[in-house]
């Protein structure tokens, strides 16, 4: 993969909101299924993470993306746009998100699972 400057890389990002579902795991299979529940720091009017530079120790499961792990986080939306640089692929799904989602703060814990759902443009 080319270098890249941290702005470049930044910019790679397209701001879909996608890697901030909230996934569940299957410890048995190890399947990862996705929810309509978003992170309770995304902020989805601008469609960012409102706590970027302390996301990885306020969420210890938010990884920070960078061009030497890209390639080893299957999970990441098959339409992100960096796993699609990786892949050399080129998608035409640009969704987002926005206005499908509800926040992980307004769902018990035990609701997760019914909050399972099949996305489709992904
Ligand atoms: S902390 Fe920020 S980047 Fe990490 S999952 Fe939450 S909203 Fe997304
Ligand atoms: S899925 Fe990829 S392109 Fe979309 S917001 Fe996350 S890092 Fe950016």
């Keep these: 993969m080319k270098k890249y400057t941290q702005e470049e ?17 299957d410890e048995s299979t190890g399947e990862v299924y996705y929810t309509n529940v978003i992170c309770r720091y995304f902020d989805e009017e601008h469609m960012c993470c409102s706590v970027y530079d302390k996301r990885c120790e306020l969420v210890p499961g938010c990884l920070k993306l960078t061009p030497e792990n890209v390639d080893k986080l299957a999970w990441m939306p098959k339409t992100c746009a960096y ?13 987002t998100i926005k206005g499908r989602v509800i926040k992980e703060t307004e769902i ?3 609701e997760i699972e019914k909050h399972i759902v099949d996305w489709e443009d992904l």
Excluded: Q
Aim: include cysteine; glycine fraction near 4%; hydrophobic fraction near 25%.
């Design 9 to 25: 890389w930044e910019n790679i990002c397209r701001r879909c909101g996608k890697c901030c579902l909230i996934k569940l795991e």
């Design 83 to 95: 796993r699609e640089l990786f892949e050399n692929k080129k998608s035409s799904i640009k969704t």
């Design 108 to 110: 018990s814990e035990e």
